[in-house]
């Protein structure tokens, strides 16, 4: 089945530094990338969609300026938490899909800022 | 864009079926009904998905009302690795040229499976 990659799984870092995520799809070209965050006890809250080689477009309340998308080919779309703060501390979840497919989740990152 | 909406949590115990059941009185025409489980710390995983016919695979069976309006999940065995928090989402289609496909999580159903 179709396979994506999240790395790190989990990253502990300074107040104030950035933090890059990476998420591959390892066996099909993903035309469309997600980015979603999820708080504890709670459900899956969409940033931002990502589409090859386009800016991103992010969901109403996300910052483009603090989370930065880049999805530079097929397989990878990266997610940059700038000038990280302890709100920021939550769980990071990428997803990917081709054409109309269903859409196949990374097994997320775990960021907590101290 | 389309709403769902399930029980918060539900307990079956090991070896019996689970009917976890989803509405989306507002589901348009185009909509697909998605289901996909989430294990702790973990992404959500595909279980299947729907258009109007019911749906059957490895993992569970899609029942989806006449009208639409409503569907199952039905897993035919509960085994203890299913204790997950399952989402029921209407794929939204982002218009008929945007091909984005996003997907919008309500509150899932928690299920609790008993030994």
């Known amino acids: 089945g179709a396979v994506v990659s999240q790395h790190p799984s989990w990253v502990i870092c300074k107040s104030g530094t950035s933090v890059k995520i990476e998420c591959r799809s390892l066996?099909?070209?993903?035309?469309?990338m997600f980015w979603y965050r999820q708080f504890p006890k709670q459900s899956l809250m969409l940033m931002a969609t990502?589409?090859?080689?386009?800016?991103?477009?992010?969901e109403q309340g996300v910052e483009k300026d603090k989370f930065l998308i880049n999805h530079a080919s097929l397989t990878l779309s990266t997610l940059t938490v700038t000038s990280a703060h302890p709100e920021d501390s939550s769980f990071y979840i990428c997803?990917?899909?081709?054409?109309?497919?269903?859409?196949?989740f990374g097994d997320g990152t775990r960021l907590s800022i101290l | 864009d389309a709403k769902t909406t399930q029980p918060n949590s539900m307990e079956s115990n090991e070896e019996e079926p689970v009917h976890l059941p989803c509405n989306h009185s507002?589901?348009?025409?185009?909509?697909?009904i998605h289901w996909y489980r989430q294990l702790p710390s973990q992404g959500p995983e595909y279980v299947i998905h729907g258009l109007t016919s019911n749906v059957n695979n490895r993992m569970a069976s899609l029942a989806i009302a006449e009208d639409r309006k409503s569907s199952t999940l039905i897993l035919h065995r509960a085994t203890l690795r299913d204790a997950a928090v399952y989402y029921c989402i209407l794929r939204d289609g982002g218009g008929p040229t945007s091909g984005t496909y996003k997907y919008i999580f309500g509150t899932g159903t928690r299920l609790k499976v008993l030994a």
């Open positions: 997803s990917a899909r081709t054409g109309k497919q269903p859409q196949h």
């Open positions: 507002t589901i348009s025409g185009t909509d697909y």
């Open positions: 066996d099909f070209q993903a035309t469309t």
């Open positions: 990502s589409n090859e080689g386009s800016k991103a477009t992010y």
